[in-house]
């Protein structure tokens, strides 16, 4: 069997920068590699190869995902943190992210970066960082998720959708914000706007006033939708999204309230969050839909985001998609970084 | 050669789970790739899968041994701390126990934890703790030392003095306390207990009033020892115990008196340790013992539980033991997460 | 091909230690693995074997080439820090560096060492460490930079620089110190005047006053000039050292005054390296040299230590010189502590 060399070299910072056809080409080859797990002959494609890790925030799923995919495909990944990087910064000597890509690209096979809200002065700062980081590397640059989005998360949500559901086009999904003491980023919820839309979904978007997401993410989903021929509806009703739908998936997240005066105000976040506790996905929710799937990225914070009985019922298929992190980053870093 | 696959899936939490034939597997396996450590059958039966050791605590020679394991059978160990976790705690928002270990069960062919004193609110809990990873987990739990057991330390020491004296039945250890600035857990020298009963071995266990060690251990080491026709004599004589043993064991532990109010006292134990300056391990002592050999399970606080003399003398096997560590653990890993 | 085994078990603490033609192998196959970097005839050498970095100091480059080197030799680096040791200290108790020593030789192929100026009372205090776990170990010590040396860097510089001008006699070579807000080791700079000096180049040395380095070092230096037959300079002169000099080396480095008290006054040595703004290498004083190299160990302190116009021009090798610390590494490491 014979693998396309055409990924080589890509940098992923989101899905929606990738041709829908090379989206395919992963899930395909993460299917494969679900199937075939020890014993795929791309499993040799990273073989002595080391992968960076640079974690600005900590992570559980994210890295343990990456090192495990990188340990299945022969290789090695390395956990960096900033404190380990001496980087320059406005008050500190220390190396440019210039220096710092251009050695790293001699080092390693490829550069996965993480960054989140509370590490950035405002939103868009680590979706920028990520985007510097690929001018300089000549290595393929991945996001383990930052500010903007979380491509492997969406392509692992799609897999797991598809695993159930085969052919999406056409298909419906719920996305609804869930209420907690919690100020989740929106990388998640707004990759999976854009690959659902990408996949022929209609899409219902749901949440509580003043819980806007970026007005750029929303715009492009609308435009991907109008491509399919699918609608796109906003919803502040608690229950409506719900209706005749195929896949529902709440979770958390932050309002574009979130920063001030350069940066996060987590707490008063939090405090907003908890008031709106009608917002959980539960039984009777869910009675409204087509006997829809239920996907969560987790963590989940069970009670809030999510009733025990859905997160644990039969439709839950939030151990699938986790898993299949693990596939989807497989392929991609095989195809992108791996020799084969 | 066949390998036995009887023990695959086994979880490891103490010794005494398992029967007698299944120790002596582990420690024939081990035997075996001590002596061809880079070249065993069983070498690749671990080859790009990973393993989870999550400390809760962390350790030095566990850490190690456990890492070289995973290496040396071609798989790779993945470094896991709780801030990294995000896991529910009364307070916090956070993952399940039941959500992690099912999501990990996805990722990795096994899963050590270590939990120890400080990070618990009371004995036992460290031990409650790996139980639940148990109910949940599909792949197997080793315990990489909690409050109450220790079962790879248990296996390194026995094999150490097999390697030695041979067969065990009917010989003599002395299990001894020992003073210093320490408060340590009762985790190895319990498990010491039962893998020296199970074995056949008399044991005599001294140390000064206020030390006892946890009433069903005693009462299962009692049982083990019947079941040998073996006498098990506990002493709070500084002296007695060594008369006529093969072997001695002497090691600082904490009294039953180190939890109040829900935490672990430290500093009010550690002043308590030091008023026993008596109870140490010298030659003087060592010369009523049947030239036994001289074990610990390391790091030693040398000058206190045992002076430089005996520790570095001709009859002393810890470096052995400490070595024997890494292929007891290779041969647990091996049969029990391997692929053969 | 048949590779040497003249040097297995072999320290490197300073190349000082080692015999020119030693270093010479160590260059020449570090030259064939960056040439052949993932099908070498020894990149299995250290298949399933596992190499300890212990960083009593924290690291970028160091910890990123070193793991890599492991890995790409079919190995594995483990990370280890002071706090998950437990070694004893003065005030604590603990492991003596005999036992972690000698339980470290069992477990690995090697042990790379790195400790820096904040880390220890006075300077020669690291030195002595490395040299304290050589007597009791078994396996190869390599310095991954200490207060003294660093043996790997020397190295790289060296290769770097033999790259780009082949035949490295009679070359003349400049070690120029540079202002910033730093107080840099001695360590990379000392190396790479005995390395210098080994291979043949006349030095110019230039300092502000109060700039001295270690005396031994300086003595070391001006004998293995000597036996080369070229020149040692040093000045307190700005300019004259670029003078028709065909490599520059542009640093910062603390003043011998930095340490008081048994410890480092980091505050006031960053405050006095302010004041010399005039030491700075730029294009203007590399009009001075005959088209001169520039290196430097990175990270760089760029408007300070050097301009961006010179570390970012043509004749820069900084980058090369990073990439070459990888291919030392294997090829010490494969030598040392390798099979095959």
């Known amino acids: 069997m014979t693998y396309t060399k055409s990924l080589q070299g890509k940098h992923l910072i989101t899905t929606q920068d990738w041709e829908k056809e090379e989206l395919d080409i992963i899930l395909k080859l993460a299917k494969e590699m679900k199937e075939n797990r020890f014993h795929h002959p791309l ?32 290789g090695h990944a390395l956990f960096l943190e900033p404190k380990s990087m001496r980087l320059k910064t406005a008050t500190t000597a220390g190396e440019t992210i210039e220096d710092a890509a251009i050695v790293m690209s001699r080092y390693a096979c490829g550069l996965g970066i993480r960054i989140l809200e509370d590490k950035i002065p405002h939103y868009g700062a680590g979706e920028d960082l990520l985007r510097e980081y690929a001018q300089y590397s000549t290595i393929p640059i991945v996001s383990m998720a930052h500010d903007k989005y979380h491509p492997c998360q969406g392509l692992a949500d799609i897999m797991g959708i598809q695993g159930h559901l085969g052919e999406l086009k056409g298909k419906k999904t719920l996305l609804t914000w869930g209420h907690g003491a919690l100020a989740r980023s929106w990388c998640s919820v707004q990759e ?62 932050m309002s574009p309230q979130a920063y001030k005066d350069n940066k996060l105000h987590n707490e008063q976040e939090i405090e907003k969050a908890l008031q709106f506790n009608e917002w959980i996905c539960d039984t009777e929710k869910m009675r409204l839909t087509n006997d829809a799937l239920y996907i969560h990225p987790m963590p989940i914070d069970r009670g809030n985001e999510v009733t025990d009985e859905v997160a644990s019922g039969a439709r839950s298929i939030i151990y699938d998609v986790a898993e299949n992190r693990l596939h989807v980053q497989k392929a991609v870093m095989a195809l992108t970084m791996g020799e084969y």
């Open 43 to 74: 499993n040799k494609s990273l073989e002595n190869k080391s992968f960076f890790m640079f974690f600005y925030n900590p992570s559980v799923r994210t890295r343990q995902s990456f090192e495990i995919a990188a340990t299945e495909l022969g």
């Open 192 to 253: 999976y706007l854009l690959m659902a839309s990408r996949y022929g979904m209609s899409i219902n978007l749901a949440y509580p006033e003043g819980y806007d997401l970026d007005p750029q993410v929303i715009e492009q989903t609308k435009k991907n939708c109008d491509q399919n021929s699918q609608e796109f509806n906003i919803t502040n009703d608690v229950k409506e999204g719900y209706e005749d739908v195929d896949v529902v998936y709440s979770r958390n997240w």
